[in-house]
């Protein structure tokens, strides 16, 4: 059995974890594992969750079951093997226990919303829980959420900004004495009162599978000519933006979370090799947004990920105008629209 005492010889949690929209984005990696290049600033989503259940038996022995949607997807299971295999350098007890894993989306599948900042939060925090039936150390909630983000990152560089409510930095910074490259912070405190509830709705452009993999797009960066200057500047944004958000500035927001995708964007199509990621209908849908945003005098802007789908960010106040321009966009491109908003963070869910 197992080589370690006072082990749960059964252990079951569940957890869910929100997806996350970058604001200044983590593109490029320092030397190290999965470290940033520069700090980034994201906000965490609500609706767009992952829900993970999970179910431990001290057998002595490491196996994984992990189910996606009630399938197993060998593909995913093996990366799930890799992270938990780097948890336990760490925790070597976790080795000693077979898993199974079930877990779905609560937004529908061929989306295009990367999930895996979403599912690898999750697991880190089922993982987690069972390491704080031996390591009291987990017993205090900031040690806990602090440590899940680390672990968190391990899995998937931005998961480590899932764990945490509404606005999430990650990565050193001079501005945040308590920032670090290991795990992202909560930075509620710089959320002006004008963007507490901060909306997001997603318009899926195109559901198709990334062209080009995180991994293989951070590396990119490891040769771009552009390098240098590119992490300096997300850094200066991110300064700016923390203190335009605390002003509820919209108009400078919106100037630098444009700039900010559309840069990623420039980044990814001016590496070798090189990469568009938009399709026409995300700049026909960029004029488009523009052209109301003037004519109409409304606080929307966009971000993007690494992908085409567009993620309109406006105020509450601003919802229902913007609401009614979507849904024309909606009807206009034959697209599918996700309404999301700034969240609350993972969450501990009861048992199935
Ligand atoms: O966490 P990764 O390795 O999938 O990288 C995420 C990169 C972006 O989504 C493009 C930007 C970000 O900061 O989330």
């Not at 431990?56 to 093996?78: R, W």
């Not at 009162?193 to 909306?199: G, I, M, T």
């Not at 109301?292 to 993620?311: M, S």
């Amino acid at each position: 059995m197992s080589r370690f005492t006072n082990l749960p010889t059964l252990f079951e949690t569940a957890w869910s974890a929100p997806s996350n929209i970058a604001l200044i984005k983590y593109w490029g990696k320092k030397k190290g594992f999965q470290l940033p290049a520069n700090a980034s600033l994201s906000v965490t989503l609500e609706n767009s969750r992952t829900i993970t259940q999970m179910k431990a038996e001290l057998i002595g022995q490491f196996d994984v079951e992990y189910l996606f949607e009630d399938k197993v997807n060998e593909k995913f299971q093996e990366k799930v093997k890799k992270v938990i295999l780097t948890y336990a350098e760490k925790s070597p007890e976790l080795l000693d226990y077979k898993y199974q894993f079930k877990s779905s989306n609560t937004f529908p599948h061929s989306t295009g919303i990367a999930s895996s900042a979403s599912s690898m939060a999750a697991l880190a925090l089922c993982l987690l829980s069972l390491r704080q039936k031996w390591d009291q150390e987990l017993d205090s909630k900031e040690n806990f959420f602090k440590e899940a983000s680390h672990w968190a990152r391990l899995g998937s560089g931005s998961a480590a900004r899932s764990v945490f409510p509404g606005l999430v930095q990650w990565g050193i910074h001079n501005d945040l004495s308590s920032s670090s490259d290991e795990h992202a912070i909560g930075a509620d405190q710089f959320i002006g009162d004008d963007f507490l509830e901060l909306h997001d709705s997603i318009i899926i452009v195109d559901e198709g599978e990334k062209s080009v993999s995180s991994r293989a797009g951070h590396a990119l960066m490891d040769s771009h000519p552009m390098r240098e200057r590119r992490f300096e500047l997300a850094n200066q944004r991110l300064s700016q933006l923390l203190s335009i958000i605390k002003n509820s500035d919209w108009t400078r927001f919106i100037d630098i979370i444009e700039v900010e995708a559309l840069e990623l964007h420039s980044l990814m199509m001016t590496s070798s090799p090189s990469f568009i990621l938009m399709k026409p209908n995300t700049l026909a849908i960029i004029s488009e947004l523009r052209e109301f945003r003037e004519k109409q005098h409304i606080d929307v802007g966009f971000t993007l990920d690494a992908g085409p789908n567009l993620h309109v960010i406006y105020p509450k106040r601003e919802a229902e105008k913007v609401k009614n321009w979507l849904s024309s966009i909606e009807k206009k491109y034959h697209l599918n629209i996700i309404h999301d908003q700034m969240g609350f963070g993972a969450r501990e869910e009861k048992l199935k």
